[in-house]
């Protein structure tokens, strides 16, 4: 086999498979890229058994069809060492990167050995928006846990009902749910890995389908085919979380929200706000000597005081999903879950109990 390829276009290639490769254990196939050149077109793949892409390019030149696989870190790197026009040649089991009088060298794993990917055919299609999807993916991916013993929780709900999607994430301390309005012939969930969201984000933009079974998730447009292992498990009843009904709602500006909390979180992330009926007052919890208060006028509406302690984090990624110019925070009791809301999406937000 021997292919000339661009290195921008490689280069790009190989990013994008990064995530996907078997970083502990070189001597495995899944820590390899495979490559196949035919018929005028290349197809790029990486899989590390859990999640896995398939990048397709017809703009690399072949001179002689066939197949390999090959370190895809190493190759990476050196690929990043040359410029312009790369050859890329299998001799003798081997890799051979080429440029001018620079030459590199891999070794290559048997090309029928690589694990195969799951395939569409058969298997249902999930009809959604995809842009409100992948926006939806984004706004809730902060608030999915990473490393929780319940293996449900460390993926994303996609809870599919008759009229309408919720896509759901927590860290047993906030709950993020953004829902998208849509019909849908069944209902029925899923458990969708974070790494796996995390990666469509990057990946898509635009128009993709969708399908699935009791196993994997696949997504694909024009040159990309990607999937991902589900995670089997029984996800929380997220709507007894949220609450039904709230005794006050604040509309909050956003950006005066952020240069508040912003001036105060070098001493504490955990920050107490205390609302006045014309002002909010941002102070660091802190139980040294050190102190940090920030006070923003605006009419609250109130009568009384209202005090609470909260993880700033919290609030800065529900803040940095906001769309417009302001967002609303619904209130009960100090000691009770508060919501904060923009359109079709809220989080659910625990208060720190002093």
């Known amino acids: 086999m021997k292919i000339r390829v661009t290195k921008p276009l490689i280069e790009s290639i190989l990013i994008n498979l990064q995530p996907f490769l078997e970083k502990k254990d070189a001597s495995q196939i899944t820590s390899h890229i495979y490559f196949k050149a035919q018929n005028d077109s290349c197809t790029i793949k990486a899989t590390d058994g859990e999640i896995g892409l398939v990048i397709t390019s017809n703009d690399i030149i072949i001179e002689e069809e066939g197949a390999f696989t090959a370190n895809g870190k190493n190759l990476l790197d050196y690929i990043r060492m040359l410029n312009d026009e790369i050859i890329l040649e299998v001799v003798e089991n081997n890799l051979i990167i080429k440029q001018n009088r620079t030459k590199y060298k891999l070794p290559t794993f048997n090309f029928n050995n690589f694990p195969t990917f799951p395939v569409i055919e058969n298997k249902p299609q999930i009809f959604l928006d995809s842009v409100n999807l992948i926006q939806g993916f984004k706004k809730i991916s902060a608030a999915i846990d990473n490393n929780n013993p319940k293996f449900e929780l460390n993926g994303?709900?996609?809870?599919?009902?008759?009229?309408?999607?919720?896509?759901?994430?927590?860290?047993?301390?906030?709950?993020?749910?953004?829902?998208?309005?849509?019909?849908?012939?069944?209902?029925?969930?899923?458990?969708?890995?974070?790494?796996?969201?995390?990666?469509?984000?990057?990946?898509?933009?635009?128009?993709?389908?969708?399908?699935?079974?009791?196993?994997?998730?696949?997504?694909?447009?024009?040159?990309?085919?990607?999937?991902?292992?589900?995670?089997?498990?029984?996800?929380?009843?997220?709507?007894?979380?949220?609450?039904?009904?709230?005794?006050?709602?604040?509309?909050?500006?956003?950006?005066?929200?952020?240069?508040?909390?912003?001036?105060?979180?070098?001493?504490?992330?955990?920050?107490?706000?205390?609302?006045?009926?014309?002002?909010?007052?941002?102070?660091?919890?802190?139980?040294?000597?050190?102190e940090a208060k920030d006070q923003l006028l605006l009419n609250t509406g109130l009568n009384s005081n209202f005090e609470l302690n909260v993880n700033s984090r919290y609030l800065l990624d529900f803040i940095a999903q906001v769309e417009e110019n302001e967002f609303e925070l619904l209130l009960n009791e100090p000691t009770l879950p508060f919501v904060l809301k923009d359109k079709n999406f809220i989080t659910v937000i625990m208060p720190i109990i002093a």
Do not use: C
Request: charged share 30%; net charge neutral; proline share 4%.
């Open 156 to 290: 994303a709900l996609l809870d599919i009902k008759t009229s309408s999607t919720m896509l759901v994430g927590t860290d047993t301390r906030r709950l993020a749910v953004v829902t998208m309005e849509n019909k849908n012939e069944f209902k029925f969930s899923l458990i969708i890995p974070k790494k796996a969201i995390l990666e469509i984000q990057k990946l898509f933009i635009d128009k993709i389908d969708i399908y699935y079974d009791d196993t994997n998730l696949i997504i694909q447009n024009e040159n990309h085919y990607f999937f991902t292992r589900l995670i089997n498990g029984n996800y929380p009843d997220y709507q007894r979380i949220i609450p039904n009904e709230s005794k006050i709602s604040i509309k909050l500006p956003k950006k005066e929200i952020i240069d508040s909390i912003k001036k105060v979180t070098p001493v504490s992330q955990e920050i107490k706000l205390i609302f006045l009926e014309n002002e909010i007052t941002f102070e660091a919890l802190t139980t040294d000597t050190k």
